[in-house]
């Protein structure tokens, strides 16, 4: 179960990252302080707490303002019988071309550990990675990337996503994007399915619907195993997320929205 949330939460991230990988930047419709809560169950059970956080004021990074956001996902109540999850993903996310300079990744997983560090050079089209070890004090490993272009990383893609002006969409038009995470270049094929009015923790919300076509995979069922609803308004948040399972799925649900640029 604990590798399931894990690659539930890494499967999202990776669709709305890779739907945002490239494009120009527009209306930036988030702002420091933001904080997004969501529940993730499994049928009537409640799994597990996730959190989207900005910083409440700009973080610097090579002399350059920057968002530093945080994404924390954690299980709890019963799920926590079949191994504790307690990750944290993050990115520096540069103020003025909405690029990461710096992304990270703490994953405690029962007992496996993970603390990456990966600097981006997006002029000169580079990335380095840094592994670390269990404690995340010694370096175990230091690659460099060559990377195909302008990239966003895991957390970063996202928020990336939302400066996008979504409303000339067609339904059923693909978009193929790359983006770069766990030391590769990912090529996803994302389909608009439309517009939906859904009934959230926040009230009716308008949302957009995206699917990833993902190749054949042990855990995801069907060829487009998860739908993203973003809201259709100026502050574009996830509101819903749904996962099918060989058995079952797995829902995120939003619960709170505080700090919101727009109201």
Do not use: C
């Amino acid at each position: 179960m604990k590798r399931i949330l894990g690659s539930l939460t890494l499967l999202i991230f990776l669709t709305l990252s890779d739907l945002s990988a490239q494009g120009s930047a527009g209306i930036t419709p988030f702002t420091f302080g933001e904080e997004l809560s969501f529940e993730v169950s499994y049928g009537w059970l409640n799994l597990a707490d996730a959190k989207m956080q900005i910083s409440r004021r700009p973080q610097e990074q090579n002399d350059k303002s920057h968002y530093k956001i945080d994404v924390y996902g954690k299980t709890k109540g019963a799920a926590t019988i079949f191994g504790k999850v307690n990750d944290n993903w993050g990115t520096y996310l540069d103020v003025e071309t909405n690029l990461p300079s710096l992304s990270y990744r703490h994953i405690e997983e029962g007992k496996y550990r993970k603390h990456e560090f990966v600097h981006f050079d997006q002029k000169n089209k580079k990335a380095t990675m840094k592994l670390f070890d269990k404690e995340n004090k010694n370096l175990k490993e230091t690659k460099d990337f060559d990377l195909p272009g302008q990239v966003q990383d895991l957390v970063s893609g996202f928020y990336y996503l939302r400066t996008q002006d979504l409303r000339g969409l067609k339904k059923g038009e693909s978009i193929d994007i790359k983006g770069f995470f766990d030391k590769e270049i990912y090529n996803i094929k994302l389909i608009y399915e439309g517009t939906e009015t859904l009934e959230t923790n926040l009230g009716k919300k308008e949302t957009y619907i995206f699917s990833p076509q993902l190749p054949k995979n042990k855990l995801f069922r069907g060829e487009f195993p998860v739908t993203v609803w973003v809201t259709k308004d100026q502050n574009k948040i996830p509101v819903k997320i749904k996962a099918n399972l060989f058995i079952g799925s797995l829902n995120l649900d939003i619960i709170s929205a505080k700090g919101l640029k727009n109201n």
